[in-house]
């Protein structure tokens, strides 16, 4: 508890100082600034500090907001990840690289038409996808499991696009409880 | 996490066949010139189930072949080839007449059944097949299947497929909850069995060529895996539980060999070999691309498969033991889920054309002619029956999966709806001894 109190300390006054150079943040919010602040204070043990009501040891590990089970879509054919997924993704990797400890299944699927087989391979590239861009940003490869379960669990029945589009997806579930509150 | 969830439970087959069946098969187009047949209602004792009856089962049998018009008389005489009426039938220009009978034997539960297949063309009443058999009450179905392929392989040369089955999966959705079953019935879709129901899915079941086991892909660790199992005890074994992908079971030709799709340490699936006995691996595609379903050709030297390597989906033709790969599929942007007829000459696929899949069959040897024989444009799955005469396919055309059967040259067509959920991902069993 003392070491903390320690650190606690430090983290003020540097970041009092980096914080005169770079963006702030409001609290809430993990961007692609946070990250920029991480690189920046690497001589010290930890970042700087965006929020001034709560003091944790590391920004990047703070109160981890919007973590939780995600669904990320695709275009017809394709398994690349929308731009817009990719702050939520960010998000993701940031508490799984956190937490070590904690594990997530990634699901692939895909819309109902065609070869079933063949959607199972399909499925497996989605999947596949997300879990390269969380590897990408340190998560490990111990905390991630995925799967593909092509068109065989649908979650819209019909035939039009908008049936489609919300069948061509990936479904990343926490197995491990998400801590909410930093001890 | 698993507790109190149904994931893998094994039914043992039920005595009692239901007295509906589970998919109500359905004529919806038949050929232009059919064969007439009459068929007199067997006589038989009062007792007797309605379900059993035999006249009515090889009636049914023959007209959903779409290649007879069959008469089937009010009255029930007459019962033997003697008491048959030449000039009676050829009045109502029809030249072939089946007539039979049940008995109820003294002790026990037996029945003897007789029956004949009459020709009167000539005048006069000439025999083609007469025939005695002895059974219980519970095989009584199977019999009248067994005389209906009879009378088929008589009257048109080909072996009929009247006694063989069917496996496919059934889904049935309450709520949010889903159950997944893999059910074998008769082809008519009676005597509907459950060999597996789970809460995750199931998948492409593979009937083994002596017809006693099916290998499919169960879902009911969360991960998929590859089982076979014996389908008259529900006696069933893991062969397959590698990382990443397990798909697509096939059976060689001498059923020692299971070709399947595994994906294992890579991001997509390939074509592997494993030896049913020993469970010993041998790859035989590689790269990148996605390849999976593949299937056997009737001399066990080579497979078909789906790959994307050329981009898009197409089927490729593997042989064995050079290793040499070859395109078969040209038509269009997707082929996919090739299997062989049985004498070899063609091979049955999933095409789409301008976004709309449909069954297809192409011609190997006549250059490669394609006609597409289905046009729902949401169909899938597609087998050949035994006797190579009819595709048995899945499809969707609303919100309902169900089955459909259809002639090899598109004239005769079924359907094969249930009353509840969806079925899907259905196959055709070999002969049954």
Known sequence: MLIKKVLKMSIISVGLLILIGCSTTRKGELDEGDQSNGQFSDSVAVNGVGDESNFYGDETCRDPLKVGNQTYYFAFDNSTIQSTDIASLNIQARYLVCHPGAKILIAGNTDERGSREYNIGLGQRRALSVERFLRSKGVSKNQILTVSYGAEKPVAFGHSEEDYAKNRRANLQYQTPVVTNQA | ?433
């Open chain 2, 1 to 433: 996490m698993k507790i109190g969830l149904l994931i893998g439970m094994v039914l043992i087959n039920l005595l009692i066949p239901p007295a509906r069946a589970a998919l109500n098969l359905e004529l919806t187009k038949g050929v232009f010139n059919q064969l007439p047949i009459g068929v007199v209602a067997f006589s038989k004792p009062s007792s007797m189930n309605e379900n059993s009856d035999i006249g009515t089962i090889v009636k049914n049998d023959l007209s959903h072949s779409g290649q007879f018009k069959v008469f089937m008389p009010a009255d029930t005489f007459p019962h033997t080839p003697q008491q048959v009426s030449a000039s009676y039938w050829r009045h109502q220009r029809v030249d072939d007449v089946v007539v039979g009978q049940v008995q109820k034997h003294d002790a026990g539960h037996d029945y003897s059944v007789k029956f004949a297949l009459i020709n009167v063309a000539q005048g006069r009443n000439q025999i083609l097949i007469q025939r005695e058999f002895s059974t219980d009450g519970q095989q009584l179905r199977r019999l009248a299947h067994h005389i209906s392929d009879l009378i088929y392989e008589k009257l048109t040369g080909v072996r009929g497929v009247f006694s063989t089955r069917i496996a496919y999966v059934l889904v049935t959705r309450n709520d949010h909850r889903c159950l997944y079953s893999l059910q074998v019935a008769d082809m008519d879709g009676y005597n509907a069995k459950p060999l597996l129901t789970s809460t995750q899915p199931i998948m492409s079941p593979a009937w083994s060529h002596d017809g006693k086991r099916i290998a499919y892909v169960s879902f009911e660790n969360k991960l998929p895996g590859i089982y076979i199992e014996t389908v008259n005890n529900g006696e069933r074994v893991l062969v397959s539980h590698y990382p990443g992908i397990n798909g697509a079971p096939a059976w060689s030709p001498d059923d020692q060999t299971l070709a399947l799709a595994l994906s294992k340490e890579s991001a997509t699936p390939k074509i592997y070999l494993m030896n049913i006995a020993s469970k010993k691996l041998q790859q035989m595609t590689y790269g990148f691309s996605i390849d999976t379903e593949p299937n056997w050709s009737i001399d066990g030297r080579s497979l078909l498969f789906t790959s994307d390597r050329g981009g898009g989906p197409q089927i490729y033709k593997l042989t064995i033991r050079s290793g040499n790969i070859q395109r078969l599929t040209f038509n269009g942007s997707y082929n996919a889920r090739a299997s062989y007829s049985p004498d070899g000459k063609k091979i049955v696929i999933l095409n789409r054309e301008q976004g709309a899949y449909n069954i297809a069959v192409q011609d190997l040897d006549d250059e490669n002619v394609v006609q597409t024989l289905t046009h729902s444009g949401y169909d899938a799955s597609p087998s050949f029956s035994p006797n190579g005469q009819m595709v048995l396919y899945e499809s969707k055309p609303e919100r309902r999966g169900l089955l459909g059967m259809v002639s090899v040259d598109g004239r005769i067509s079924l359907r094969l709806p249930t009353s509840q959920g969806d079925v899907q991902d259905p196959t055709w069993s070999p002969f049954l001894s």
